[in-house]
């Protein structure tokens, strides 16, 4: 059972824009719109930034947006800034199971 | 506000037990479940199961069937994750998560501080 494919690492300079993509299955991602993405800094536990595919919890900056196409879901952070730098996680509803993406990490240049 | 707080944290020796505690505050503990995710050092997210507050209901990954025991006590809104059988490659983080039986895909929200477990001889 694999984790769903996230790219190690990606960067951008501040005021930029960014995407990172989170490659499933016909039988993760791909079946529901139940995908999710995570912020976590180094020592912090995770933090929700979108929820089932594209919606945004209170709080969190409309810079980060989420969408979805077949078996792959997709985080875009706009205008970048300094404290966007983080790991970041996508995770899917799987029927049994949830499933993790291998996390990518964002560099602010 | 809604809150997970997680016990502290913990030293076993190989072939030890670990129970690992999640005391919620802030919103009704039996409208929703928790999730158990773990976080290897320097490694990423692992989803570990999901227990059901309202009725106990649980779902465990597969790769931990048989070691892994998730239970709840509605009287003081707490969960608890049990790891049997400890080896070394079970030294992570163990958090816990507010999740209404999506498995995270939906969300997690919000997530205990997390807890050290750490298995060596």
Redesign the interface.
């Known amino acids: 059972?694999s984790?769903l494919t996230q790219p190690a690492s990606v960067s951008g300079s501040p005021g930029q824009s960014i995407t990172i993509s989170c490659t499933g299955t016909s039988s993760?991602v791909g079946s529901?719109n139940?995908?999710?993405w995570?912020q976590?800094h180094p020592g912090k536990?995770?933090?929700?930034m979108i929820?089932?595919v594209s919606k945004r919890?209170s709080g969190v900056s409309n810079r980060f947006s989420g969408s979805k196409s077949g078996n792959t879901a997709s985080l875009t952070i706009s205008g970048l800034q300094a404290e966007d730098e983080a790991d970041y996680?996508c995770?899917?509803?799987?029927g049994?199971?949830?499933?993790?993406?291998?996390?990518t990490k964002l560099t602010v240049l | 506000q809604v809150q997970l707080v997680q016990s502290g944290a913990e030293v076993k020796k190989p072939g030890a037990s670990v129970k690992v505690s999640c005391k919620a505050s802030g919103y009704t503990f039996t409208s929703y479940g928790i999730?158990w995710?773990r976080q290897a050092p320097g490694q990423?997210?692992?989803?570990m199961g999901?227990i059901s507050a309202y009725n106990g209901n649980t779902?465990y990954?597969?790769?931990l069937q048989g070691r892994v025991t998730m239970t709840t006590d509605t009287s003081t809104s707490t969960a608890y994750m049990e790891l049997r059988s400890l080896r070394s490659d079970d030294t992570a983080v163990y958090?816990c998560?507010r999740d209404r039986g999506?498995?995270?895909?939906?969300?997690?929200?919000?997530?205990?501080?997390?807890t050290l477990v750490t298995v060596s001889s």
């Open positions: 059972q984790a993760d529901y139940l995908v999710s995570y976590q536990a995770p933090k929700l929820y089932e919890p996680y995770c899917s509803y799987a049994t199971r949830g499933v993790f993406g291998g996390g | 999730s995710v990423g997210l692992e989803w999901w779902n990954a597969q790769k958090y998560a999506t498995y995270c895909g939906g969300d997690c929200y919000p997530w205990g501080q997390g």
